[in-house]
């Protein structure tokens, strides 16, 4: 079993930057690839990152690529995702979700936990 957790959500305007963490607690953390799904209103839950168990690789959505970044602590173990150049279609609630596949997984039944999601708002 993993717990996660995220935190950093908040609200922010278009053009500003927010960072995103998500303490993991449980199992290794590095037996997990570590990804961010994002959910708007009224739509389904989308992939926006993922990272391998060492962090050596990251995969984006077409969407965020070039401003979302994903990274991970292992001491700390911790993931973040860092958001900048924000844009009102954005705005959603993160989850932060655990797979023990292979990489690099992007469909929702690929992840095996998630967390209860944190809302990012972006004001235009």
């Given amino acids: 079993q993993v717990q996660l ?10 053009g500003g930057s927010l960072r995103l963490s998500c ?3 449980g199992r290794t ?11 708007s209103l009224g739509k389904e839950r989308e992939f926006v990152a993922a990272i391998s168990r060492g962090g050596g690789s990251t995969t984006y959505a077409d969407s965020v690529k070039e401003r979302f970044s994903i990274s991970r602590d292992v001491a700390k173990n911790t993931v973040y995702l860092q958001m900048n150049s924000l844009k009102s279609e954005d705005t959603a609630v993160y989850y932060c979700a655990a797979s023990g596949r292979r990489w690099y997984p992007r469909q929702e039944y690929e992840f095996d936990y998630w967390g209860q999601g944190t809302q990012v708002t972006v004001s235009s």
Avoid: H, K, P
């Avoid at 957790?5 to 278009?14: H, M, R, T």
């Avoid at 037996?31 to 961010?36: A, D, E, L, T």
């Fill in 5 to 14: 957790v995220e935190s950093g959500g908040g609200l922010v305007q278009a």
């Fill in 23 to 25: 303490a993991a607690s």
């Fill in 29 to 39: 953390f590095t037996s997990y690839i570590m990804g961010w799904f994002r959910q």
